[in-house]
């Protein structure tokens, strides 16, 4: 927001009156401060981790997650079996620690418990028969046998936002 005197005095006279006062510095610094915030936030989201992190609303992960839970609305916990739950979560077969290139993969994230996600370190040896049920037992093997390196660029991240984000669009079109 560009600092504007014309909402502060009459003319070109008072202007220079004004540009002295404790006043005008505060409102000089005060749309500095603006404009840095503005500027960090933008430096930020060009750092890949700004992407891989859920809590920033329009990031990767967040609209991945989003689609994820969009997509097993209408199925129970992958682990547990469970059809209540306090809070449903998008949730890892292998861990995005262990396998940072599965970390958008939509086989390997699908909606679980919190509990067996967060409490029971996501319930692994259910969680993978229901994976078998779900996906077959060859995709499950592909995926516990997938150790490729990737390193993730902002493209990517930009790019895969955007497909999730017209996926979940699908989902919520057809009513799911």
Partial sequence: MPFNTTDIVCGVKCAIEWAGTKEAKKHVKKA???????AK???????????????NTGS???????YIRARDAHLPCISCGKDEAMLWVASHFRSRG??????YTVQNINKACSECNSHLSGNIGPYRIGLVAKYG???????????EIKRWT???CET????????TK????KGV
């Fill in 137 to 147: 037992e060859d995709e499950v093997l592909a995926l516990e046998h997938n150790n």
């Fill in 41 to 55: 936030a933008k430096l930020r989201r060009q750092k890949v981790a700004w992407w891989h992190d859920e809590k």
């Fill in 98 to 103: 262990a396998a940072s290139h599965l970390r």
């Fill in 160 to 167: 895969l936002r955007n497909k999730f984000r017209q996926m």
């Fill in 170 to 173: 699908e989902l919520e079109a």
């Fill in 32 to 38: 500095k401060n603006v404009e840095n915030r503005a």
């Fill in 154 to 156: 902002v493209e990517e």
């Fill in 60 to 66: 990767t992960a967040y609209e991945c997650h989003k």
